[in-house]
């Protein structure tokens, strides 16, 4: 009776799943795209309110952006007639929460260039979206940035690496889960779209020319590839031991929405990585984010003699 029952229902089509219709697909398509549309269309919005509001008390073209992150606020005191802004006064910028980061944006000479710091970011880890997280570089862009320096603090898990290094990323392994939209809808003029030929976000002249500076100025920079993790906790020991397999050398839980976003955009990317806490897949070990801060804020002096130097390097190429 079952067999007979199951028959007649195959026979009659029903019980099966019917495959959308050519109008049904091309309705639900022309839906995303709408929605793609709006929601591209809005950002674009904020990008351009942001600017405007930064404009108006920095009325200058930006040449360089700075993201300066954990416990790295203090290369911000070194840029000459500083506009501070804090983000709370910049629309739709997000607020930061996490330990040493200060939350504001600091505009002026550095280098013997016109540049907007962010005195701290946010994450993803905070709750905020990846158009949260990434719109302070798309307005960068917008104020003229051609080169973005990114900083943050790492755990390193290279055995040949110290607390205190600092590390130029020449590549990155994202374990994020999230994919970074190429900002087609605001862009304008500012990509040419040579993003999706290249292998890596990161701008090689710029990585020689940092860790020029590092050997110039008598201090090891190193040079590898950082791991990006979800965060707020810190990695498990199987986490450390499965991303050494990969390839990695240091740690952290930011950096690469915003080196994706502006390589999309056209910037030149350089982004180094302060080794915080030296990260032993074989020892239980309690990071304290206190002696994280603390580690960042240690090398400062070398990371900001790097970014410095870059800036200065560019100042005399203009001039040539």
């Known amino acids: 009776m079952l067999i007979r029952s199951a028959a007649i229902s195959a026979a009659s089509g029903k019980g099966q799943p019917h495959a959308p219709d050519a109008e049904t697909r091309e309705a639900a398509a022309a839906q995303q795209r709408l929605h793609q549309q709006t929601r591209l269309g809005l950002t674009c919005d904020r990008v351009r309110a942001a600017a405007e509001a930064i404009r108006r008390r920095f009325p200058h073209q930006v040449k360089a952006a700075l993201i300066l992150g954990t416990g790295m606020g203090r290369v911000a005191q070194r840029i000459e007639s500083p506009v501070v802004i804090p983000y709370g006064?910049?629309?739709?910028?997000?607020?930061?929460?996490?330990?040493?980061?200060?939350g504001q944006l600091v505009c002026g000479q550095l280098g013997g260039q016109?540049?907007?710091?962010?005195?701290?970011?946010?994450?993803l880890?905070?709750?905020?979206?990846?158009?949260?997280?990434?719109?302070?570089?798309?307005?960068m862009a917008l104020l003229g940035a051609e080169i973005l320096t990114v900083s943050n603090a790492s755990g390193g898990m290279n055995p040949q690496f110290a607390s205190g290094d600092i590390m130029v990323i020449d590549d990155h392994i994202s374990m994020l889960g999230v994919r970074c939209q190429p900002p087609e809808a605001c862009r304008g003029d500012l990509s040419d779209g040579l993003y999706g030929r290249r292998c890596s976000p990161y701008d090689r002249r710029l990585i020689e020319q940092a860790l020029a500076v590092a050997r110039r100025e008598n201090f090891t920079a190193q040079r590898g590839v950082y791991a990006a993790m979800s965060g707020?906790?810190?990695?498990?020991?199987?986490?450390?031991?499965?991303?050494?397999r990969l390839g990695a050398d240091v740690v952290g839980m930011s950096t690469v929405p915003e080196v994706m976003i502006a390589a999309q955009l056209g910037l030149r990317v350089l982004a180094l990585s302060t080794v915080t806490n030296v990260a032993t897949p074989d020892i239980?070990?309690?990071?304290?984010?206190?002696?994280?801060?603390?580690?960042?804020?240690?090398a400062e002096p070398h990371l900001r003699k790097i970014i410095v130097g870059i800036l200065e390097q560019a100042s005399r190429t203009e001039d040539c």
């Open 232 to 244: 707020p906790n810190y990695e498990t020991r199987a986490e450390y031991r499965f991303l050494l």
């Open 284 to 298: 239980q070990q309690v990071v304290d984010p206190q002696e994280v801060i603390a580690a960042a804020e240690a």
């Open 89 to 102: 006064e910049i629309p739709y910028f997000a607020r930061s929460t996490a330990l040493g980061h200060k």
């Open 125 to 139: 880890y905070e709750g905020y979206t990846l158009e949260e997280v990434t719109l302070p570089v798309r307005v």
């Open 114 to 123: 016109p540049v907007a710091a962010m005195e701290g970011r946010v994450h």
